[in-house]
Structures are given as C-alpha cells and as structure tokens.
C-alpha cells in the first residue's frame, strides 16, 4: 500500500503525540473535522486534550502557542493556508523569533503551512511564504518535497528547540506518493542530489523538485546531463551542497515557485557568485513564479509557474552560454 505526501505528514503527528506527552496540536478545525487537508484526521479521538481547536485568530493561535512554548511544550500549529500566517507574522517574527536571543528560554514551536499552488486556488491560498520567513533570524524555515522528508523532517522539526516554519506543498498532499518511508534520512540542514548530471545544476526545493527533475529527463534525451538539487530547507541553506554541484557543471540555475523578486533563488545566486564565481562557465540564471498575484484559472496558474516547458526553454538558453 502506497503513502501520500499528507499520509506521511499524519504518521508523523500520531508518533509525536504517542511519544513525546509535551506534543500538542492546534489550528483551526483540526478536532473533530481533521482539519481542512485531513491532516489530522481521528487524532481527536484519540488525544481528546492535546488535539485542539483553534479561534479563527491567527496571531492568537500564534501567541498561544509561544506561551505553551516557553512553559515546556511543543506546539504543532496547522494554519489552514500558508496566505493566512501573515495575520501572526508579528507573533512569529518578532516573538518566536527573537525570543531566545532576549531571553534564553528556547520556543520550540513548529508551524505547519499548506503552501503552493493548486488548480482554481487564486491568490489567497496559493502564494509561497518560505522567502519571507527565512529573511528573520531565529526562524528555521523546512520544505520537503519527498513523502519521506514530509514524516523525516516534520519529526526532526518538533524536535528541535526552535521556532520552525514547515512549508508542505499542498499540489504535493495526494499526487506524490511512495510504496515506504526510508529509514535513513539526512539532516534538516543538509540538502540533496536528486539527480546527478554534469552540464547544468538545478537549485530547487519544494514541488519544483519534481519540476526539474521532468525538464532533466525531457533534456537528458537531447544528451544533456542535468543535476538537480533539492535544498529540503532553506534556512539553513546547505551552500557547500549547492557549490560542490556547480562545480561539478559549470552552470547553474537557480528555480522556485515564488515571485521572482529577491528570495530563495535571488539567495541562491548570490552565494554561489560570491563564493563560486571562479567555478561558473556562464552567468547564473534564476526562474520564478510570475510577478503578479496568483490566478484563480487552471489555464493562467499554469502559466504563471514554472513548468518542465519554461525550465528546458531556460536551461537551453542556460546550455547555450
């Protein structure tokens, strides 16, 4: 029987709440209901006082959660979509965020996002938060983009001691899926090789992983070798991973599905200039998501992302340099 990138994201919450007595859930909807993607679903019944429903108040499930934090435990905290958090970005920047800093006292809260586009999603559920968080210090900012990760690095997340933002792509919730979860798993920090190559890299993460990885097999068949790069977390961003594949190629290109203006790509381009300039055959390049707010038709949303089309058409003008 195969699992689900949101099966994966279940298992692990019915783990942690088995194991750890200090683990709790909270948002909007996710008792009884199992909230608004399943997420949670039957937990209720069987952690009737550490499953709880939440105030349609986003900075107050934010605050409450902090204060839980500080006292011992370990808040897992749904918002229903990631578009929303921005009502607790004031809880989450400059409460969860600087705590440790002011005060000693960690706040290991750990913030579940659906993020991403999905068909007819429009521009209030839809939109990619990752680049905003990461701009602030004290936030760990993790985005799986495998069914493994999804229940690795969610767990791994609990249990550190720092506020976490945990960016599960909605698009991701029941199309991906695996026959198991791997035992081994690396660390949050560390990012991996999807796919070896030796003419161009990919720096990616996210659901764009899956992007990439067609536009490399589409090209592969033209006889270009393109590696791929799943970042898994952003913040920290594994630069090491990232240089030691551009200097196996030469060429790099950085991709996500965020607006294009400043962000993980922007991030990505940046380091690799500064500390790998020496290493490049050509300019690096950089795609995104359109700049302008997220469309509600299937039609334009396809076109406002990237896709295996407008990756191979930039990764030919990449090659072509």
């Not at 905290?77 to 921005?86: K, L, N, R, T």
């Not at 968080?133 to 550190?160: E, F, I, M, R, W």
């Not at 764009?208 to 898994?232: N, Q, S, T, Y």
Request: aromatic share 8%; glycine share 8%; net charge negative.
């Amino acid at each position: 029987m195969s699992l689900t990138y949101i099966d994966a994201i279940h298992q692990a919450q019915a783990e942690l709440l088995r194991d750890d007595d200090s683990v709790f859930l909270y948002g909007q909807d996710i008792g009884a209901f199992g909230g608004a993607f399943k997420a949670t679903k039957g937990l209720k019944e069987i952690y009737p006082e550490r499953v709880l429903d939440a105030p349609i108040s986003e900075d107050a499930m934010i605050g409450l959660s902090v204060g839980a934090a500080i006292e011992g435990m370990k808040p897992i905290i749904e918002m229903q979509f990631a578009d929303f958090s921005s009502v607790a970005f004031n809880q989450l920047v400059n409460q969860a965020g600087t705590h440790y800093y002011r005060t000693g006292v960690p706040v290991p809260i750990t913030v579940r996002m659906p993020c991403g586009g999905t068909p007819g999603s429009g521009p209030f559920h839809s939109q990619m938060i990752e680049s905003l968080y990461g701009h602030y210090p004290g936030l760990v900012v993790v985005t799986p983009a495998t069914v493994s990760d999804a229940y690795h690095l969610l767990k791994q997340s609990v249990n550190l001691p720092d506020p976490v933002i945990f960016c599960e792509h909605k698009f991701l919730y029941r199309w991906l899926k695996s026959e198991k979860i791997e035992e081994t798993n690396l660390p949050l920090s560390k990012a991996r090789i999807v796919r070896s190559g030796k003419h161009a890299t990919v720096v990616t993460y996210s659901a764009m992983v899956h992007e990439a990885v067609r536009a490399a097999e589409k090209l592969e068949k033209e006889g270009w070798e393109i590696e791929v790069v799943d970042l898994r977390s952003i913040k920290p961003l594994d630069t090491d991973c990232v240089i030691s594949s551009v200097a196996r190629t030469g060429r790099l290109l950085a991709l996500g599905e965020s607006f294009p203006w400043g962000g993980v790509t922007a991030e990505v381009v940046s380091r690799v200039v500064a500390e790998g300039f020496h290493l490049l055959d050509a300019p690096p390049m950089r795609l995104n998501a359109k700049d302008t707010p997220i469309p509600y038709h299937p039609d334009l949303w396809a076109a406002h992302r990237p896709t295996p089309e407008s990756i191979i058409q930039k990764l030919r003008e990449l090659l072509s340099l």
